[in-house]
């Protein structure tokens, strides 16, 4: 496909005190007793003159399109969703069902759908999704479209509705549900007739969507079986009937319309991970792993990733497999939720009809590595400058204080025409850190392409930490533990001037890392407008603070 380039603006400029905006000399002073002199001075923005707030307020900056709907907003801030497999396979150790299976060997006696919400909550999920009918066609509710469902299975005496429970539990507990509606149906007659399988699927769809409240989530793909039959998916009705009955919902899929998938079943995103996609270059059932993966930096849809793995090495319960270690969860959540995806963690509900206790002890250890790391930004109490504020001044309502407070409304934005867009920190004492965490106010649109972490040594001269491109809704960077009390955080490109709405340090003390590089891929950039930040990298010059 053949895209519009544009060139990249590069501009180079002299250090500056970000106080007084004069040029810095150190002809005289060493550069870290400058440094030491010149963080001093800085006092938080919020301590400014009560007559500052009479100034007439700054506009916040144009968005950048694509932006995200309010329900891809809401989807993105919960990071994390429980899948849920179950159905026939879980009681015949399958993974792909034939459809031919008895409804009752579907039998879960001890069934608890308040457990796998419970368990699901205290893990911090923020929404979960079953698989309603997988491709074996068995369907986990009283479907007035087919008998192959719960209500031929023994279970609660074929009264019984996982669905509905599901809701209840889901719904009582405060978290977001959504459903997995398999296209391939293995069991159903019609499937392989177009018009009649379509209109049997839109049936089935519009009973999920009408009967269990609000749901959060659709999911769908193009999964099928070598020599099945072939049959044309009407998707763009499918997706357009979701909408109507579902408005708040957001579709997944190969090629969205409203998440993607990332390109494999390992829960791992590429380290450059765009929201930004184009659908028209996507199709359900034939993914191009890598474009999933990257997503596009010149895309026109706002498609975020998504990206599944299971606990279990299959999909289904199986009583001889047991779960990931927590480590190992942790470290796709690295490489998921901190590279700007939701990280769909499947979670099998065994045959008895719970989650068994050693899933649960793992995701209980996964929590708490995460509450271990994450529960205090070591900047928290950082004296914080910016290279250049937004409407100037220490009134400005996109102060780089706004970087440690949580949340993506509240912002740090540069004055328009710049060309260094650097933070800097002082965190009033050597702090020892190996995770930088950053996040963008995606509200804003998608903007960073590339940036960098340095540190001040004891010899009063920057080295670089790492470097990572896109940042997105979240981006997580693990190197090194390195030690300082001096940070500067600098955006190298942009497409458009950069917004930072949070800015993180921690320590991991769990992982191990290895096969770390202080380098990632750099992707080309071409088409829509790109901002070339620049800075000074002679360390004979002192940078200022």
Not at 63 to 77: F, T
Not at 185 to 210: A, I, S, V
Not at 279 to 306: C, F, L, M, N
Request: a negative charge; glycine letters at 8%.
């Amino acid at each position: 496909m053949k895209k519009k380039r544009q060139s990249i603006h590069k501009a180079t400029s002299h250090l500056h005190n970000p106080i007084t905006q004069t040029p810095i000399f150190t002809n005289s002073i060493s550069q870290l007793t400058l440094f030491i002199f010149l963080s001093l001075s800085l006092t938080p923005l919020s301590l400014s003159s009560s007559s500052s707030s009479s100034l007439p307020k700054k506009p916040p900056p144009l968005p950048i399109l694509p932006l995200p709907s309010a329900p891809q907003l809401q989807w993105q801030l919960g990071h994390m969703a429980m899948f849920l497999h179950f159905g026939p396979n879980t009681f015949t150790d399958s993974e792909w069902g034939t459809g031919h299976v008895d409804p009752s060997a579907f039998n879960p006696t001890k069934l608890n759908a308040t457990q796998w919400v419970k368990v699901a909550k205290d893990s911090g999920f923020s929404r979960v999704i079953l698989t309603a009918k997988h491709h074996d066609g068995f369907c986990l509710w009283p479907t007035e479209y087919t008998n192959y469902s719960v209500s031929s299975s023994p279970w609660r005496n074929g009264g019984g509705d996982v669905v509905g429970e599901l809701a209840m539990a889901a719904r009582d507990a405060g978290i977001g549900l959504g459903l997995y509606l398999s296209p391939w149906d293995r069991h159903e007659p019609f499937y392989g007739k177009t018009l009649e399988y379509n209109e049997f699927y839109m049936g089935q769809m519009t009973e999920l969507l009408t009967r269990y409240g609000e749901i959060k989530e659709v999911w769908l793909d193009g999964a099928k079986g070598k020599g099945e039959k072939d049959m044309e998916y009407f998707f763009d009705c499918w997706f357009s009937l979701i909408h109507q009955l579902q408005p708040g919902a957001v579709i997944f899929s190969d090629a969205g319309p409203d998440t993607r998938w990332v390109g494999d079943e390992a829960g791992v995103a590429g380290s450059t991970c765009w929201s930004l996609f184009n659908r028209s270059d996507a199709k359900i059932g034939d993914t191009d792993y890598q474009y999933s993966s990257g997503g596009d930096p010149y895309g026109h849809d706002w498609v975020p990733a998504e990206c599944d793995v299971s606990i279990r090495p299959g999909w289904f319960w199986h009583s001889s497999e047991l779960p990931k270690s927590a480590r190992t969860l942790l470290d796709l959540y690295y490489k998921s939720a901190g590279r700007n995806c939701l990280l769909l963690l499947n979670v099998p509900p065994n045959s008895s009809g719970l989650i068994s206790a050693e899933d649960i002890q793992v995701l209980q250890e996964f929590s708490e590595l995460r509450r271990s790391i994450f529960s205090h930004n070591l900047a928290i109490n950082a004296l914080i400058n910016a290279s250049c504020t937004r409407g100037g001044g220490s009134h400005s309502w996109f102060n780089p204080y706004n970087v440690v407070k949580e949340g993506i409304q509240s912002y740090w934005a540069p004055e328009v025409n710049q060309s260094n867009w650097i933070l800097y920190l002082n965190l009033q004492e050597i702090v020892s850190f190996n995770i930088l965490q950053v996040q963008e106010p995606i509200q804003m649109g998608q903007r960073v392409i590339e940036f960098h972490l340095e540190v001040l040594n004891e010899d009063g001269e920057w080295n670089e930490v790492i470097n990572g491109t896109t940042i997105g809704y979240q981006r997580l960077l693990q190197f090194p533990t390195v030690k300082s009390q001096y940070l500067r955080f600098v955006i190298d490109k942009a497409r458009a001037d950069p917004l930072i709405s949070y800015l993180g340090i921690y320590m991991d003390e769990f992982s191990i890392l290895s096969n770390l590089s202080n380098t990632t891929s750099q992707a080309g950039i071409n088409g829509s407008q790109v901002l070339h930040g620049h800075i000074e990298s002679n360390h004979s010059q002192i940078s200022a603070i």
